[in-house]
């Protein structure tokens, strides 16, 4: 008992830390311009370099001007015209790799459970609590924990080489960033998605499971090893896609909406299950078949929902774990008090840290940081 409650305060003071640093009121960087140097897939050259990694390059993607015969194009906002006009280009160069991250593709069956975290360039210091608190890469149950951080570009001409060059000496420290030539932007979430998934089946095609989720989210990274464990019949080359379940829902119309998706983008009224893009758990079976489902499906560029498209396309399903609170931890029907340290012991994962949070954690962190 004293070890679970000891294990239990140190999991919340590591919740503690990540609370200080999310709390700042930085920007999401989850909007601007969607295209940066763009790549389209035919003519792939494969170049080795001086550390025996490669690097990818495709000839410019030039602008599907046929989409401009849309209807009514010219009245949709500038942000939805230019993913009109780039939705085919999928591959862009990779600006940092760690092709060797899992240990070569035949060795990568020894990372049990991947952490493959959203980011932008300028969250640096929301990558930087997360790996000295629950994606800290490690040996937990004896099995490992890898981490990796996937990126775009932001900015473009002087702005965009300083963000790029910082990130690279970050990853000359950490070797945790995968990044590519493109613009990191809300509206580009599912292109990051798959061109992580084209890496994965390159250099660690054989890991067991993920985590997927967003910078600004706490995980339990240890109760998902023991729940993955606890599996019965699948180390990972089974189906799995579980997380906060999402259904019968359908495009925002709404062109005030951050989640904007107007028919000329999506004609059906309806999305498939799927799980919020906050944070989900899967197998490396299902990662690739997602992968090779993504190859004949158009880009959504809503990315979670993506996701449920290509589960639905290989017809399996995303399933709801209770564990994973991507939409909050507020239970109207709970008399539990939140900022008890065991309120999160069962917890896989939440996201979106409030305000109200913030300000408690501000003045309880002697208990937090001290314990």
């Given at each position: 008992?004293?070890?679970?409650?000891?294990?239990?305060?140190?999991?919340?003071?590591?919740?503690?830390?990540?609370?200080?640093?999310?709390?700042?009121?930085f920007s999401d960087n989850k909007t601007g311009h969607l295209y940066l140097d763009v790549r389209e897939d035919d003519s792939?050259?494969?170049?080795?370099?001086?550390?025996?990694?490669?690097?990818?390059?495709?000839?410019?993607?030039?602008?599907?001007?046929?989409?401009?015969?849309?209807?009514?194009?010219?009245?949709?906002?500038?942000?939805?015209?230019?993913?009109?006009?780039?939705?085919?280009?999928?591959?862009?160069?990779?600006?940092l790799d760690i092709p060797d991250k899992c240990g070569g593709a035949d060795r990568s069956a020894e990372v049990f459970l991947?952490?493959?975290?959203?980011?932008?360039?300028?969250?640096?210091?929301?990558?930087?609590?997360?790996?000295?608190?629950?994606?800290?890469?490690?040996?937990?149950?004896?099995?490992?924990?890898?981490?990796?951080?996937?990126?775009?570009?932001?900015?473009?001409?002087?702005?965009?080489?300083?963000?790029?060059?910082?990130?690279?000496?970050?990853?000359?420290?950490?070797?945790?960033?995968?990044?590519?030539?493109?613009?990191?932007?809300?509206?580009?979430?599912?292109?990051?998605?798959?061109?992580?998934?084209?890496?994965?089946?390159?250099?660690?095609?054989?890991?067991?499971?993920?985590?997927?989720?967003?910078?600004?989210?706490?995980?339990?990274?240890?109760?998902?090893?023991?729940?993955?464990?606890?599996?019965?019949?699948?180390?990972?080359?089974?189906?799995?896609?579980?997380?906060?379940?999402?259904?019968?829902?359908?495009?925002?119309?709404?062109?005030?909406?951050?989640?904007?998706?107007?028919?000329?983008?999506?004609?059906?009224?309806?999305?498939?299950?799927?799980?919020?893009?906050?944070?989900?758990?899967?197998?490396?079976?299902?990662?690739?078949?997602?992968?090779?489902?993504?190859?004949?499906?158009?880009?959504?560029?809503?990315?979670?929902?993506?996701?449920?498209?290509?589960?639905?396309?290989?017809?399996?399903?995303?399933?709801?774990?209770?564990?994973?609170?991507?939409?909050?931890?507020?239970?109207?029907?709970?008399?539990?008090?939140?900022?008890?340290?065991?309120?999160?012991?069962?917890?896989?994962?939440?996201?979106?840290?409030?305000?109200?949070?913030?300000?408690?954690?501000?003045?309880?962190?002697?208990?937090?940081?001290?314990?």
């Amino acid at each position: 008992m004293r070890i679970i409650k000891a294990r239990t305060f140190l999991l919340v003071g590591a919740f503690g830390l990540l609370v200080l640093y999310l709390c700042k009121d930085f920007s999401d960087n989850k909007t601007g311009h969607l295209y940066l140097d763009v790549r389209e897939d035919d003519s792939k050259i494969r170049q080795t370099t001086t550390n025996n990694s490669y690097v990818y390059s495709w000839p410019n993607c030039q602008q599907n001007m046929s989409a401009a015969n849309i209807t009514d194009f010219n009245k949709l906002p500038g942000h939805i015209q230019d993913f009109l006009y780039y939705r085919h280009c999928r591959h862009f160069p990779m600006l940092l790799d760690i092709p060797d991250k899992c240990g070569g593709a035949d060795r990568s069956a020894e990372v049990f459970l991947l952490l493959v975290i959203k980011s932008s360039p300028v969250n640096y210091d929301r990558r930087e609590v997360l790996r000295k608190t629950w994606a800290k890469e490690r040996l937990h149950n004896g099995v490992w924990i890898r981490r990796l951080f996937i990126s775009g570009t932001m900015d473009s001409g002087y702005e965009k080489k300083r963000l790029n060059k910082l990130l690279e000496m970050e990853q000359r420290e950490y070797n945790d960033i995968l990044q590519w030539d493109f613009s990191d932007s809300f509206y580009n979430l599912t292109l990051k998605q798959i061109l992580f998934l084209e890496w994965m089946e390159r250099n660690c095609p054989k890991a067991h499971f993920l985590l997927n989720g967003d910078d600004d989210i706490f995980a339990n990274t240890d109760n998902m090893v023991e729940y993955l464990q606890g599996l019965v019949d699948n180390d990972g080359s089974r189906h799995l896609f579980i997380g906060h379940l999402i259904q019968n829902v359908g495009p925002i119309r709404s062109p005030g909406s951050k989640y904007f998706i107007p028919v000329q983008v999506q004609e059906s009224d309806s999305y498939p299950p799927y799980c919020g893009g906050g944070g989900f758990l899967l197998s490396g079976y299902t990662a690739l078949v997602i992968y090779n489902m993504s190859l004949s499906i158009t880009i959504l560029p809503i990315d979670d929902v993506y996701m449920g498209m290509c589960l639905a396309k290989a017809r399996l399903a995303p399933a709801l774990h209770m564990g994973v609170k991507t939409f909050g931890l507020n239970d109207p029907f709970s008399k539990v008090d939140r900022y008890d340290p065991c309120y999160y012991k069962d917890v896989l994962l939440f996201l979106h840290v409030s305000l109200l949070l913030c300000r408690k954690t501000m003045i309880s962190n002697s208990f937090l940081f001290f314990i």
